[in-house]
């Protein structure tokens, strides 16, 4: 019977499809995982470049400050020097003025050193954590990398022998319901339903009679007017140890 061909087609589809849609929902989360431990390795070796270049930064403003110490230290030496040979008492003031203006010029530097020194130490004590937190995700990289490709080529070689089996069982399907099909399944994740007791297995509404009448005479495919997937009459599978039920399809409501 052709229908009941075009069904099997159908149903063998859409297990492919439901099985292609998890190897490649794994295949998703598995790369995106990669991709974010690449990304945060990436993220701590900049911050560890960019952290080292301002310790280098804040060293050389150091080293510049001790050179003007040194020459201060020079300069406030003279001035001292100078002080005894002053004539006037304006000239040893002025002298004086000099000395108290070069000390605490000579001050401010110290302190300002003393602040780069604190905040590279605050720079060095940083990088240190960061270093622990990039070789950390460095060696977790390295150990499940291999694993983690390995898995990721069989997830694609099984994936893509699935889509060649796709491919064979597409050609099965009439095209305009093929077509019908993948209308439905890009808007619902799957597209075919059955009905064995006037109920549609997807959405569990119940579909009017009529078209439930028509359904079971397995002519053509029918359309649940609710989740609007492509429906066909199944004969309810009948336990082995259970009576033969001569009743009706159960009336829920
Ligand atoms: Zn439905």
């Known amino acids: 019977m052709k229908l009941q061909a075009q069904i099997d087609a159908l149903e063998r589809l859409s297990t492919l ?20 431990k ?28 001790l050179l003007e110490l040194r020459q201060m230290s020079n ?54 954590g960061t270093t622990t937190e990039r070789d950390k995700i460095a060696a977790e990289l390295g150990e499940t990398e291999g694993a983690t490709t390995t898995r990721l080529g069989e997830l694609e070689g099984g994936a893509s022998g699935k ?22 399944r890009k808007r619902r994740g799957t597209a075919v339903a059955c009905t064995t007791d006037g ?17 079971r005479r397995n002519e053509e495919f029918g359309q649940c007017p609710s989740c609007n997937r492509i429906l066909y009459f199944k004969l309810e599978a009948q336990p082995a140890d259970a009576p033969q039920s001569e009743e009706g399809p159960s009336t829920g409501a």
Do not use: F
């Open 163 to 184: 889509l060649t089996q796709r491919k064979d069982l597409v050609a099965q399907v009439q095209p305009a319901l093929y077509r019908r099909y993948e209308l439905v």
């Open 75 to 128: 300069q406030i030496e003279k001035s001292r020097e100078k002080l005894p040979r002053c004539r006037t008492e304006r000239e040893a003031n002025a002298a004086q003025r000099e000395m108290e203006e070069l000390r605490k010029l000579y001050r401010d530097r110290e302190i300002e050193i003393e602040r780069l020194n604190g905040l590279a130490e605050q720079a060095r004590q940083g990088m240190e």
């Open 199 to 215: 109920t549609c297995s997807e959405c569990h509404m119940r579909l009017p009679p009529m078209l439930y009448q028509q359904i």
């Open 17 to 36: 499809d439901s099985e292609l849609k998890e190897l490649q929902d794994q295949l998703g989360s598995e790369r995106e995982a990669l991709t974010k």
């Open 38 to 65: 690449r990304q945060a390795l990436g993220e701590l070796d900049g911050k560890l470049g960019r952290d080292r270049q301002s310790i280098e930064e804040m060293e050389r403003m150091r080293n510049e400050l």
